[in-house]
């Protein structure tokens, strides 16, 4: 299709392995370049079958004549993908043989990054982008990232993590149908910034009680039940009502019969935290190195309704004291 000359030889990408990232080099040259053309795999080049991972069909007819265009006219040829993390061993295999169908038939060179961990590389962080930029100098105005991944669309799935890493790296960012359609569309997300909750800009004070027990009840996963114990309770022990003893800490205890007997020597602390909160913390916990597989065990509604007048509302403050700098800069991002 392309008017290069490709051969068997450099149809064989060079393949590394960086900290959960698959890095595919297909005769990729970062010499004499300023612009960057980043492109979403799935939904986005190509149709993702769920039940067929390797099939290889173009989203749209036009893309291989854009693709062309672009790398005739100076643009660098990049695709970041998200992939799975479960099943990987298996599904890689397949992702790999659908890109290597892909490039076959384009017949142009790409570097191709496939994120299958949890840390700064995962869209919408901007580690890809970081090391990109320390590959090749470029224009920021001529860099654009195509990509579905920008909310309630028809026919797309409502996942923010495309049009928020394009807004993370400060470059244009354009949905598949906008790009290759040039459809109008709007797309756009409600930003969080999370420095509003550091403690110098909160008109509030927090003071923990050293009571003899500590009921502490998380509403929704990610509403950092672990991190509240690490900061107030370091010197408690998180134990069942089957074995416990002085400065214990029961988290999402359900069992009324036991909190009455020991409620008058217990302090009732409750973690209920807006959707835009609990997006940024399920993101950062996510990304920034301190995921761990951890089930949640909910809390009923009726335990939190007998419990309502004694529960002691914690707001949600940000501390970044202990965080590294990179966890700081994690922090900052528009997070999914």
Same mark, same amino acid.
Do not use: M, R
């Given at each position: 299709m392309s008017s290069e000359i490709y051969t068997k030889a450099n149809l064989h990408p060079q393949i590394t392995s960086l900290d959960h990232l698959l890095i595919i080099d297909y005769n990729f040259d970062a010499n004499n370049g300023?612009? +960057? *053309? +980043?492109?979403? +795999?799935d939904s986005t080049l190509l149709k993702y079958y769920d039940s067929n991972i390797e099939k290889f069909e173009y989203m749209y007819p036009c893309i291989p004549n854009m693709l062309i265009t672009l790398h005739s006219t100076g643009y660098k040829l990049f695709?970041?993908?998200? !992939?799975?993390?479960a099943n990987q061993s298996n599904e890689i295999e397949k992702i790999k043989k659908k890109i290597h169908k892909f490039v076959c038939d384009i017949k142009l060179p790409w570097l191709i990054f496939i994120v299958l961990g949890r840390n700064k590389y995962r869209k919408p962080c901007t580690g890809i982008y970081d090391y990109i930029l320390k590959l090749i100098r470029v224009t920021p105005q001529n860099v654009f /990232?195509?990509?579905d991944a920008a909310g309630p669309r028809p026919n797309c799935y409502s996942a923010y993590h495309d049009?928020?890493? *394009? /807004?993370?790296?400060?470059? %244009?960012?354009?949905?598949?149908? !906008? /790009?290759?359609?040039? &459809?109008?569309? &709007?797309? /756009?997300? %409600?930003?969080f910034n999370v420095t509003d909750y550091l403690p110098e800009k909160l008109n509030i004070t927090f003071v923990p009680k050293k009571s003899k027990y500590i009921f502490l009840y998380g509403t929704k996963k990610y509403s950092g039940v672990t991190t509240f114990i690490k900061k107030y309770y370091s010197d408690y022990t998180v134990t069942c009502t089957q074995d416990f003893h002085d400065k214990s800490i029961f988290v999402n205890c359900n069992d009324l019969t036991f909190i009455n007997k020991i409620q008058k020597e217990a302090s009732f602390y409750v973690l209920d935290y807006s959707k835009n909160i609990l997006t940024w913390t399920k993101g950062f916990f996510y990304v920034s190195g301190m995921y761990y597989d951890k089930s949640f065990k909910p809390v009923k509604k009726y335990v939190l309704e007998q419990l309502k007048d004694m529960l002691i509302n914690v707001p949600f403050i940000y501390d970044e004291e202990n965080f590294t700098e990179e966890q700081r800069k994690i922090a900052r991002l528009q997070l999914c």
């Open positions: 300023t612009k +960057l *053309a +980043l492109f979403d +795999l695709i970041v993908s998200n !992939q799975s993390l /990232y195509v990509g049009i928020k890493f *394009a /807004y993370n790296c400060k470059i %244009k960012f354009y949905t598949p149908e !906008q /790009y290759f359609l040039n &459809k109008k569309e &709007k797309c /756009y997300f %409600k930003h």
